[in-house]
C-alpha cells in the first residue's frame, strides 16, 4: 500500500493539510486521487476548504475529536463541514497548526500564547493545555505529531523536552524525520490512530521510524 503523497505536489503535507480521528482537511484543488488515499489509510471524512483565503490549511488549522481551532481572521465558516465546534483564535500566533500539538487528550503550545488563547484551545479542545518547545522551537505543530498513541518528535529534541512531552501527553516519545531528512517532522506528516501519510520524499527507513513510534504494525 501506497503511503507517500503529496499535495499540490509538494511534500509538505502538515503545512497544506490537517486530520484528526475523524477528518481531514485539505486545501480546494486537491486531487481526487489523494482525497481517496487520505480517506482509506487515515479512515476519515475528507473536506476540502481554504482557512482565510489560504491553501497552507494545515499551518493554519488545528483540530482533534472534540473541535477545531483556526488562525485569527479566519472564519467558523471556513470549517462550516466539520461535525465540531469551531473557533478562531486571537492571537497574534496566526499560523495555529504551527504553534499547537494536539491529540484528544493534551495539547502543547507555543510559549508566547496568551493565556486567552490557551483558555479556549482548552475548551474547544476539551484537553489539558501546557506551553512547551521542541527542540528549543516554540513550532510545536510542526516540530511535533501526537496520535492518541504515540508521538513523534525533532530529533534535536532535549531530554528535559521529552520528559515534558511525556508527562503532557501520557505516550511514549521517539524521534524521527520526514521527507529524506526534514527534523520539522509535522510538515511532512499526517497521522492519527488508524493510520499515516507521509510526504513522497520520505524513505523506507523513516516510514520504519513513523510506524515504530506511532504504532503501526
Keep these: 500500500m501506497i503511503k507517500t503523497v503529496n499535495i499540490y505536489d509538494n511534500p509538505v503535507l502538515g503545512v497544506f493539510a490537517t486530520c484528526t480521528e475523524d477528518v481531514a482537511v485539505v486545501p480546494i484543488g486537491t486531487t481526487k486521487k489523494v482525497v481517496d488515499l487520505l480517506t482509506e489509510m487515515l479512515d476519515v ?11 497552507v490549511v494545515g499551518s493554519l488549522s488545528r483540530g482533534n475529536s472534540n473541535g477545531f481551532l483556526l488562525c485569527r481572521d479566519a472564519s467558523i465558516n471556513d470549517l462550516k463541514d466539520v461535525d465540531v465546534p ?19 487528550n493534551a495539547a502543547l503550545v507555543h510559549p508566547d500564547i496568551s493565556d486567552r488563547s490557551m483558555e479556549i484551545i482548552s475548551r474547544v479542545l476539551g484537553v489539558d493545555v501546557h506551553r512547551g518547545t521542541i527542540a528549543g522551537l516554540g513550532t510545536v505543530g510542526m516540530s511535533g505529531v501526537v496520535t492518541n498513541r504515540g508521538l513523534l518528535v525533532h530529533p534535536m529534541v532535549t531530554q528535559e523536552e521529552l520528559a515534558h512531552l511525556e508527562e503532557v501527553f501520557d505516550l511514549p516519545v521517539d524521534v524521527g524525520t520526514t521527507n529524506y531528512g526534514s527534523q520539522a517532522v509535522g510538515s511532512g506528516l499526517l497521522a492519527n490512530s488508524k493510520g499515516y501519510v ?20
Design 45 to 55: 471524512k475528507v473536506v476540502s476548504t481554504l482557512v482565510n483565503g489560504s491553501t
Design 86 to 104: 469551531v473557533e478562531v483564535l486571537p492571537d497574534r500566533l496566526t499560523a495555529t497548526g504551527n504553534v499547537i500539538l494536539a491529540n484528544d
Design 198 to 217: 507521509a510526504g513522497s520524499n520520505t524513505t523506507g527507513h523513516e516510514l520504519g521510524r513513523i510506524e515504530d513510534a506511532l504504532f503501526f504494525d
